[in-house]
């Protein structure tokens, strides 16, 4: 069974930096788009990045563009999420999510992807 596994929250000052990461266990890991989403309290969650096999990535929400950056490690079965200039509005639950149906496209809705992991928080003080 297909695993998935955040880690890398935490609380951090605003402008600070964290690198979440995302390890998936079993499955076809080089085939999946991955991608991370979040949840803020209250709201609904959101596509935050996907990356595909080829390493194409896709930006869903205009505020991390340019100070949040996807990445994998196929070798590791690994997915990143390196978050720099942090800011309180990024406070959530940070949740990774593999599409394994061998697609190019990076879909930016929940219900394309297949697995999830359990998410890790992520808290910004101002």
């Known amino acids: 069974q297909v695993q998935l596994v955040e880690s890398g929250g935490g609380l951090v000052q605003a402008g600070g930096s964290l690198r979440l990461s995302c390890v998936v266990s079993e499955g076809m890991f080089s085939t999946y788009v991955m991608g991370w989403f979040r949840q803020a309290p209250g709201k609904e969650r959101e596509f935050v990045a996907g990356i595909n096999r080829s390493g194409s990535t896709k930006y869903g929400v205009d505020s991390v563009k340019g100070r949040f950056t996807i990445s994998r490690d196929n070798a590791k079965n690994t997915v990143y999420l390196q978050v720099d200039s942090l800011k309180p509005e990024d406070t959530a639950v940070y949740y990774c999510?593999?599409?394994?149906?061998?697609?190019?496209?990076?879909?930016?809705?929940?219900?394309?992807?297949?697995?999830w992991g359990q998410g890790t928080q992520v808290t910004v003080s101002s």
């Open positions: 999510a593999a599409d394994d149906d061998r697609m190019i496209a990076i879909r930016a809705i929940e219900r394309a992807y297949d697995y």
